[in-house]
């Protein structure tokens, strides 16, 4: 809970956050539910968000699925305010973010 404090606080005040190991399922619902009831008419619009994902987690291959292993957790996190991230892209091995100044 700490944690996504943290994040939805920096956020806020304006920064783009970069998660070097990203977010679990659980952490980015919590982010999401607590940034709902963040947003006002007047103040914050919200988040963006985009996951990069490790290239094997797509799909774990025959093995991997007959032993049941999951494919690797996502590998790096963008979190910005929704009215400066004007675009997040996310191609094969590039993320990448229009922003606008305040």
Same mark, same amino acid.
């Given at each position: *809970?700490?944690?996504?404090? +943290?994040? +939805?606080?920096?956020?806020?005040? #304006? !920064?783009?956050?970069? +998660? ?8 980015? $619902?919590?982010?999401? %539910?607590?940034?709902? *009831?963040?947003? $006002?008419?007047? #103040? @914050?619009? /919200?988040? %963006? ?10 799909? =774990? /291959? @025959? @093995? #991997?699925?007959? @032993?049941?292993?999951? /494919? ?10 929704? !009215?400066?991230?004007? =675009? ?15």
């Amino acid at each position: *809970m700490e944690k996504i404090r +943290l994040i +939805l606080d920096d956020v806020m005040e #304006g !920064n783009i956050v970069v +998660l070097e190991k990203g977010l679990s399922p659980e952490e980015q $619902s919590k982010l999401i %539910e607590m940034t709902m *009831m963040e947003i $006002s008419p007047d #103040g @914050f619009s /919200g988040i %963006e968000m985009e996951t990069y994902s490790a290239k094997d987690s797509q799909s =774990t /291959g @025959f @093995f #991997g699925k007959l @032993f049941g292993k999951k /494919g690797a957790a996502a590998r790096m996190t963008v979190i910005g305010p929704a !009215n400066q991230m004007k =675009t997040i892209k996310k191609d094969k091995d590039l993320i990448s973010a229009w922003v606008s100044s305040r």
